[in-house]
């Protein structure tokens, strides 16, 4: 049995180098945070993650999700006031609608917003009915929007 000092010695050993490691590469390679052509000339991210012919794992992936939505979360907290008050079903729209635009394509939604801060939820659904997106992604947008306008 190996004793618990002796683990503890190689789990602080291992982790130094694990650190000294991390630094070269960071050094080596560099950091990006927004997608770039290597060398070699592959769609690359971060430091040297070669997208191409990696990729990124499922977890690496629900990870970025996990950011993204938290984000989204704290955008919508901001545009409204009330949210952490609406159902389940309409916090569950407005994120996918704010996932999907972006921030800033959200916030266009000016007469959406309006009437989610008022809770006409009815007009909301309305007016996100006659927008481009609801055009462009009709049946994401029919989606969500029943979501938006029933709760459920």
């Known amino acids: 049995m190996i004793p618990y000092l002796m683990v503890q010695q190689k789990f602080a050993m291992a982790k130094s180098?694990?650190?000294?490691?991390?630094?070269?590469?960071?050094?080596?390679?560099?950091?990006k945070l927004k997608p770039y052509k290597c060398t070699a000339g592959k769609l690359t991210i971060g430091v040297g993650r070669n997208l191409e012919d990696k990729g990124i794992s499922e977890s690496e992936a629900l990870y970025l999700l996990d950011q993204d939505i938290t984000q989204c979360i704290s955008a919508l907290e901001k545009i409204f006031p009330s949210f952490y008050l609406f159902s389940r079903g309409r916090k569950v729209a407005l994120v996918s609608?704010?996932?999907?635009?972006?921030?800033?394509?959200?916030?266009?939604?000016?007469?959406?917003?309006?009437?989610?801060?008022?809770?006409?939820?009815?007009?909301?659904?309305?007016?996100?009915?006659?927008?481009?997106?609801?055009?462009?992604?009709?049946?994401?947008?029919?989606?969500?929007?029943?979501?938006?306008?029933?709760?459920?």
Request: hydrophobic share 45%.
């Open 97 to 152: 609608m704010i996932f999907q635009l972006g921030e800033a394509g959200f916030k266009k939604f000016k007469a959406t917003i309006e009437a989610v801060n008022r809770l006409d939820f009815k007009g909301a659904a309305s007016h996100a009915r006659n927008s481009l997106w609801a055009k462009q992604t009709p049946n994401r947008a029919l989606r969500v929007i029943s979501l938006l306008e029933n709760g459920i």
């Open 17 to 31: 180098l694990y650190q000294e490691i991390q630094k070269h590469l960071i050094e080596e390679e560099g950091m």
